[in-house]
């Protein structure tokens, strides 16, 4: 009889020359998305036997996971804020500082109408629209795929009928103004691509992750369109790397916004720039 125990000691054998110290872990992740078993209740009943049809469920997830595929992708979801949302190689990956941009967004709000430009996934405006019951929301992305994910999460949250979601770049051709304005935009350099890790860079959407050159375009075409769409006194809230404050902030004062300030994420990095368009 084969155990959970063995197929989990051999998924950890088989991925630890792979990722390491992150081969306990990713091995009871991939057992317990095969199992359709919460992790807690695989380590108390690890003699328990394990199906074929499960185990070849689970040898093909550590198989894709060699491949340096992200746990998420594999699994098709993640856990960000208070939800599951599903990912595909379509989107950006979901990632815990981005919840410094929802934080802020609560603490600032309510807003009854918000634009989330690059919406990918859809998890900072769904997340908004979670805790805003009155609010309503458009997502922008370039990507019809991205859209497709984003509607499928809507959906799943029950939030269809407060969501509008459009093919676009940024800022341009959007008609009307919202209170507020988010947006996670591709801000890692040309140079620093190379540098990311596997699961990043091959299998992430590219054009999630950078707008190539300096990694400050999108903040350039943001901060050049968003007084067009913006509410007077409306906020702009957007996600940088931790070493773009000092720019992006000087860029927004240029264009006019007032009200600046950085915010910090939970590793006290500068993670969040948020600002406000003059009142009339």
């Known amino acids: 009889m084969l155990r959970l125990r063995d197929a989990v000691d051999a998924g950890i054998a088989r991925l ?73 190689p379509s989107v950006l990956d979901p990632r815990p500082d981005t919840e410094t941009l929802v934080e802020q967004a609560l603490e600032l709000g309510p807003f009854k109408s918000i634009v989330d430009l690059g919406t990918g996934s859809g998890c900072i405006l769904l997340s908004l629209l979670s805790e805003w019951p009155s609010s309503l929301g458009v997502g922008i992305d370039a990507s019809d795929a991205a859209l497709d994910v984003a509607r499928d999460n809507a959906g799943t949250l029950f939030l269809t009928s407060r969501t509008d979601f459009r093919i676009g770049n940024w800022c341009d051709g959007i008609p009307e103004r919202f ?22 860079k091959d299998w992430e959407p590219r054009i999630a992750l950078t707008p190539e050159g300096d990694g400050l375009d999108a903040y ?58 003059a009142p009339l």
């Open 179 to 200: 209170d507020l304005v988010v947006s996670n935009p591709p801000y890692i350099t040309e140079r620093a691509m190379d540098a990311l890790s596997r699961d990043v």
């Open 16 to 88: 630890t020359p792979t990722v390491g110290t992150d081969a306990h872990s990713d091995a009871f992740v991939l057992l317990a998305f095969a199992t359709g078993r919460q992790i807690a209740s695989l380590r108390l009943n690890l003699d328990d036997e394990i199906k074929p049809e499960t185990l070849s469920i689970f040898e093909s997830a550590v198989a894709q996971r060699l491949k340096f595929q992200p746990i998420s992708q594999i699994i098709g979801y993640r856990e960000f804020w208070k939800h599951r949302f599903k990912v595909t």
């Open 220 to 277: 350039r075409a943001i901060s050049n369109g968003a007084k067009n769409i913006l509410n007077p006194n409306g906020v702009l809230l957007l996600e940088i790397g931790f070493d773009q404050g000092t720019t992006v902030t000087q860029m927004l004062m240029d264009h006019g916004f007032f009200d600046v300030h950085l915010h910090q994420d939970i590793n006290g990095k500068d993670r969040v720039v948020s600002a406000r368009l």
